[in-house]
């Protein structure tokens, strides 16, 4: 059996993972400036519209200022979705990658996709409800989205304890082991 990788190595990974993420976002913001906007205006404009407290308070300035505020959230949310993704078609992020790790299934061997998937699912809730309560107008996705997002954050530490999984993982019966290690230790 492999050996399990504890909460600091995967922090490391995770680290190296948001300087990747940062510069996919600038490639993003660079790519997808019209229909990001257009996204972000018609955001604005429902809360306008549903809250007419919130057009008398705000200036056409700040609301372009909170126009472009929800056009970075959105393109740092969908980066982040888009290069997490790679822990679903390579079983590991670019940081594990570079630091010889990866997601196995909960003995070692090669996790299936469906583990790898409800584990993506999972880590990323509070981001995909995010990008729900966009499309939908509906605040109630974030709010459930925030809840089940600091549960699995707080479920991150989990990984120093002795059976070094994150919740995330235990529900998804994984663990990150370093890649070509085949001793338990």
Known sequence: MEKRIGFGPRLGAYVIDIVF????????????????????????????????????????????????????????????????????????????????????NADGGNASVGALIGRYLLKHVKRACTVLSFFALAAVFNFIGSLFGFVIFIGCFFAAGDHHQALHDMLCHTVVVKKGENIEG
């Open 21 to 104: 993420v940062w510069i996919l976002s600038l490639i993003l913001s660079r790519v997808s400036t019209s229909w990001m906007a257009v996204l972000a205006q018609q955001q604005v404009d429902g809360l306008v519209s549903s809250n007419p407290f919130f057009a008398q308070i705000y200036t056409p300035e700040m609301l372009s200022m909170v126009v472009a505020a929800t056009r970075i959230s959105l393109i740092c949310i969908f980066a982040e979705l888009i290069y997490f993704s790679t822990e679903i078609f390579l079983g590991a992020s670019l940081g594990k990658i570079i630091l010889g790790l990866k997601i196995a």
